[in-house]
């Protein structure tokens, strides 16, 4: 059995991978400083995983909690554009020297890999779709900035150092443990949670733009296969994981009405600063390189997220009675 230690083992991504890792048996060592991440994301796993509030900017700290590790599952960030937007000083602290901790923390412990999430916001608005890996990056927003330096670092950490490091470019995850209550929280969510409640939707600009919206489970499994995955196919290199299909918003705001049985309109307001249009993956490279594929479609995704919301929705309720 293997030692994984999830960065921002609170936060969403971070707790799904969790709950998997302990479902296959694995061992599992989390931390979180619980800016982003949330305590009830961890309900069942205490006596399940090593679990330390520890913060990114806390080298020393990271340093100790790494000793034995051989997997670093590096989820922890302040994921926002528009949060970026507005603060770009604490989410560059967070996302790049943040980062950079983690990564010096990894080389001293010799851990056998370390494994990004990085974000499908480096390609920016580069207009043809879909995006590859071999596409000049072009970030907009201070977010996809950051997520990019940090791709870079991986990629120096293997290269100078010999650590070993694959960086994931996640694009627009979503479901079960996603925060729904924030204003930067991802669309999804917010949209599920607002149409379960009866309440009205905002779609910023003309939603048209698009997103290739993917499934949590099939981040995890890209993490999982990463790891695994032969080094000289992996090592130092970045890959998309998506779907690999590509919905509006208007169109995603269709589909979940029709799920969930809402019969209100969206409100339109205008486009959000840093936003990118469309948005779309060629998932070959990771394929080819780690055996990845999307398991879970969008529409079978939504299906599950908004069952579960209505899961989880339903004790603050019944309490409330
Ligand atoms: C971006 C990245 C994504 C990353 C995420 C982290 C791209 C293409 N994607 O997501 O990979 O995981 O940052 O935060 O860069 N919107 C509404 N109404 C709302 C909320 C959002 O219309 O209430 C719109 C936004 O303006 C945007 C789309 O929905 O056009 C998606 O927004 P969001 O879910 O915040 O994710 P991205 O910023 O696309």
Known sequence: MALYLITGVAGFIGSNLAHELVRRGERVR???N?????RENL???????EFRELDLLDPQGMAEFCRGVDYVLHQAAIPSVPRSVEDPVSSHNANITGTLNVLMAAREAKVKRVVYAASSSAYGDTPS???HEAMLPNPISPYAVQKLAGE?????????????TVSL??????????DPTS???????KFITQMLAGKPCTIFGDGEQSRDFTYVENAVNANLLACKAPTEKVSGRVFNVATATRFSLNETFRILAKIIGYTGQ???????GGDVKHSLADVASAKEAMGYEPTVSFEEGLVRTVEWYKQALVPAESTSR
């Open 183 to 189: 204003q930067y929280s991802g669309v999804l969510a």
């Open 169 to 178: 470019r996640y694009f627009n995850i979503f479901g079960p443990h996603q």
């Open 152 to 164: 870079l670092y991986l990629n120096s950490f293997y290269r100078v150092y010999g650590l070993e």
């Open 34 to 38: 619980f800016e982003t991440g949330k």
């Open 266 to 272: 969206p409100k339109y307001s205008p486009p959000r």
């Open 129 to 131: 779709l879909p995006k």
């Open 43 to 49: 309900a069942g796993l205490a006596s399940k995983i």
């Open 30 to 32: 989390g931390f979180d």
